[in-house]
């Protein structure tokens, strides 16, 4: 029950993109085409995972014993932008078509405040299930990891098939482009939040 309540909280309720605002940057970069949100999403899917499962084993068997946490942010990076070093060789060499679309946005992931975000969270946030608060084990930590990057995906993804829309429609003069782009996410956010009921 308690990995329900992580990925329902995580996608819908505490979405890290529409809730938290983490990860903006590529959200508003890697979404004109619903294909490159989707290499994005795929990508950010990855790295957020495999930074989760390496950053929870380096705080609590390297930096806790030693009394250094102090470096979590700086070694949770330098993991982080290793993995988005892997993933962009491993795009270029499969897809040098969705690593052109991605373009500066792909290496930028090595500091998307959305990936280190969760890196921490995992470490430093209780979460509640029954009335108790307690850390994320391993398990719930990569559940959390992979559920706050399907949040991310969805978002991004839904935030690219509205721009593909608004690019066939006819908007105003004075809000084509970015304005209308704002005005969408920020619509976007207001129903994303509905699910935790601040509306």
């Known amino acids: 029950m308690e990995y329900i309540i992580i990925i329902i909280s995580a996608v819908f309720v505490n979405n890290i993109l529409l809730a938290q605002f983490l990860g903006v940057c590529p959200f508003f970069g890697a979404s004109n085409k ?58 270029k060499k499969i897809s040098p078509a969705l690593f052109r679309a991605l373009g500066i946005f792909l290496p930028l992931m090595a500091t998307n405040c959305a990936i280190v975000g969760v890196a921490i969270l995992v470490v430093t946030k209780e979460f509640s299930f029954g009335g108790t608060a307690h850390l994320l084990n391993l398990p719930e930590s990569i559940v959390f ?9 969805l978002a991004l993804i839904l935030f690219a098939g ?35 009921g601040i509306v």
């Open 162 to 196: 509205l721009r593909e829309q608004l690019e066939l429609n006819e908007v105003p003069k004075a809000f084509k482009g970015v304005p209308i782009a704002l005005v969408t996410a920020g619509i976007l956010a207001l129903a994303f939040m509905g699910f935790a």
């Open 34 to 91: 619903v294909e490159t949100a989707l290499g994005m999403a795929g990508a950010v899917t990855f790295v957020m995972t495999m930074a989760t499962l390496i950053t929870w084993l380096l705080f609590y068997y390297v930096l806790a014993p030693l009394h250094i946490e102090f470096m979590q942010t700086v070694s949770f990076i330098l993991i982080i932008a290793s993995l988005v070093q892997m993933v962009e060789i491993i795009l």
């Open 145 to 153: 990891a992979v559920a706050n990057a399907l949040g991310f995906g």
